[in-house]
């Protein structure tokens, strides 16, 4: 493969000088090109209303800034790409010899921390065919020119790769949807084989948790391949860093805003130290935001307005040179709509095993190929492929490449042992999801998902019909695929009459090969000895325990005879009590 470095270092106001050079196939080129060339606030300003304001009010005369913003991009990526490559006869020579082959190409761009943010480099453009490098090379990266620590790089086959999602919603139900990107890295990685994928939540969401989670999947010799961090980023000088910095918001109920600013620096060593590869980071904001028109104009006393960009830009590069191998972001603060597309198409192509550097030079493609977006008004064209830059020492690959097309083979590993719930497992009698599909709630599951996280027995209610079962099953299989328990879903209803006892066969039913296995007979034993096995079981293994309909229990509606009597009544309640105190959650 052939591989063009970039490596820019600033001169002075306005100066640069960048060194070229391409390596690969058997040859070595190399060039120095000095040039005047600045990006100005008022482009800055531009771009980032563009990105993110335009298509919320996209309203005359929104349109037409729109298009002459666009035009600019273009302008801004061909003057780059001049004083790049044709300041000089060594510099063209390169071009030329890399030019018939740049989609098979990695290009790398290598910047201090400092100079990350002064030229948007992912809009490089080549005048002749008007199309972006980073559209056209195999992978378009931003490296660290000598990083503090070591990088850690995956080697060999991973086996399951491990990946720890952290969404952190400080803001509550009035924050980004809670699984408008996790619905989409799922999707994406429902090309990969299920057994090669382990995907954990972390829960509650907090930079002491995450620290402490990591560490232990370390001890455990099994740290995780990737963290993923769905939430927000701030550009600051009031973090805990003298001067302005970019920060991740971790959510931390013991403070007043419920969030905590983590910077690059922690997150970095914490990465570095538990061996965790790759970081992804998205920051996503809501539709609801009152956007300026029109570009804010820029003058000399104007507060600096690319500041919001940098905050992940530099958060990245920070971590990048803690000795991470791989980080993902997004430049700026995208549409849900966009990060959703784009960690889709991101985990599929990892799922087929290609690198880091590749998959995200691939969700820019797709980005580009398909930009069309739907934010406040109908569907508007939006250029928002230079918004992922991605961070690499080196090619990163966690799944094994897929070669070739053929038959798909199918693979059939059910024994006769294997026949009921497990692990992670669900209920049969869980209520299937609707044919549509299921939409919306997320508020909902997002308070069912923070309330476990310290009550193990929560209550949800509505109006008949309202859809309490429906969610009750969405958030199960939410759960359960995301590490919110270790053991099986047990769904029981109480629309038709169920004791105690005939409750208690349905947790026989799901523990019965590890009932069976430790030598206990389910069947054999009488109600007492059922319920203290029941509890001594969910004491050591967690499991989600849905009740469904039990105000059936009470009489419902109100003033309606009850089929439970009394001592029925008790018999289940002081059940629930006792599995509070166990690792049981329903």
């Not at 499991?543 to 089929?563: C, K, M, Q, R, Y």
């Amino acid at each position: 493969m052939l591989i063009l470095r970039l490596t820019q270092v600033a001169e002075g106001r306005k100066r640069n000088r960048v060194e070229l050079s391409l390596e690969g196939r058997g040859a070595r080129h190399a060039a120095v090109s000095r040039f005047v060339f600045a990006v100005t606030e008022q482009d800055r300003e531009d771009v980032r209303w563009y990105l993110e304001d335009f298509l919320q009010y996209p309203l005359d005369p929104a349109p037409r800034i729109a298009r002459r913003i666009e035009q600019r991009m273009a302008e801004i990526g061909r003057e780059l790409f001049n004083a790049v490559f044709h300041s000089n006869d060594d510099a063209r020579d390169l071009w030329a010899a890399l030019r018939p082959n740049l989609s098979d190409a990695r290009v790398e761009i290598v910047t201090t921390v400092e100079e990350a943010s002064l030229f948007p480099w992912e809009l490089l453009r080549d005048p002749k065919t008007n199309i972006p490098l980073a559209l056209r090379a195999r992978s378009f990266i931003r490296a660290h020119p000598q990083a503090a620590e070591q990088p850690h790089l995956p080697e060999g086959d991973l086996g399951t790769i491990r990946i720890l999602l952290v969404i952190c919603r400080p803001g509550g139900a009035d924050d980004v949807p809670f699984r408008s990107v996790a619905s989409r890295l799922m999707k994406g990685l429902s090309e990969a084989d299920p057994d090669s994928v382990h995907l954990d939540v972390l829960r509650p969401p907090t930079f002491e948790q995450l620290s402490r989670v990591l560490r232990e999947a370390k001890s455990n010799a099994a740290p995780y391949h990737v963290v993923h961090f769905d939430g927000h980023g701030t550009y600051t000088e009031r973090g805990p860093r003298d001067g302005a910095h970019g920060y991740l918001l971790f959510e931390n109920p013991a403070l007043q805003d419920n969030f905590q600013l983590i910077d690059g620096p922690a997150l970095g060593s914490l990465l570095s130290e538990t061996q965790v590869p790759l970081l992804i980071l998205n920051s996503c904001r809501s539709a609801h935001a009152d956007p300026p028109v029109k570009p804010v104009a820029v003058t000399s006393g104007t507060t600096d307005l690319h500041a919001k960009i940098r905050a992940l830009g530099s958060l990245a590069h920070e971590i990048t040179e803690t000795g991470a191998s791989a980080v993902v972001a997004m430049r700026y603060n995208v549409y849900v709509e966009t990060a959703g597309q784009f960690i889709a198409e991101l985990y599929e192509a990892l799922a087929h095993g290609y690198t880091v550097g590749e998959a995200v030079t691939l969700g820019r493609k797709q980005l580009a190929a398909q930009p069309l977006r739907s934010i406040a008004f109908d569907p508007l064209p939006l250029e928002d492929w230079p918004v992922p830059v991605v961070f690499e020492a080196a090619p990163v690959t966690l799944f094994t490449r897929r070669r070739g097309a053929g038959a798909t083979k199918i693979k059939i590993t059910l024994g006769k042992d294997e026949a009921s719930p497990k692990h992670r497992a669900l209920d049969p009698q869980l209520p299937r999801r609707p044919d549509p599909g299921f939409f919306g709630r997320d508020d909902t599951l997002l308070a069912l998902d923070r309330a476990f996280d310290t009550q193990s027995i929560i209550l949800m209610h509505a109006w008949a019909g309202g859809g309490k079962t429906t969610t009750a099953a969405e958030f199960a299989r939410w759960y359960a695929l995301t590490g919110g328990v270790e053991g099986p879903v047990i769904f029981t209803s109480f629309e038709q009459y169920k004791p105690l006892a005939r409750v208690l066969d349905e947790f026989g039913t799901a523990f019965h090969n590890e009932l069976t296995g430790s030598g206990v007979h389910w069947l054999a034993l009488d109600d007492d000895s059922r319920i203290k096995i029941a509890l001594q079981v969910m004491g050591q293994i967690s499991v989600l325990w849905i009740w469904d309909n039990v105000e059936s229990v009470a009489g419902f509606p109100a003033g309606t005879p009850s089929l439970f009597n009394s001592n029925e009544q008790r018999e289940l309640s002081e059940f629930l009590r006792a599995a509070r105190d166990t690792k049981a959650k329903g």
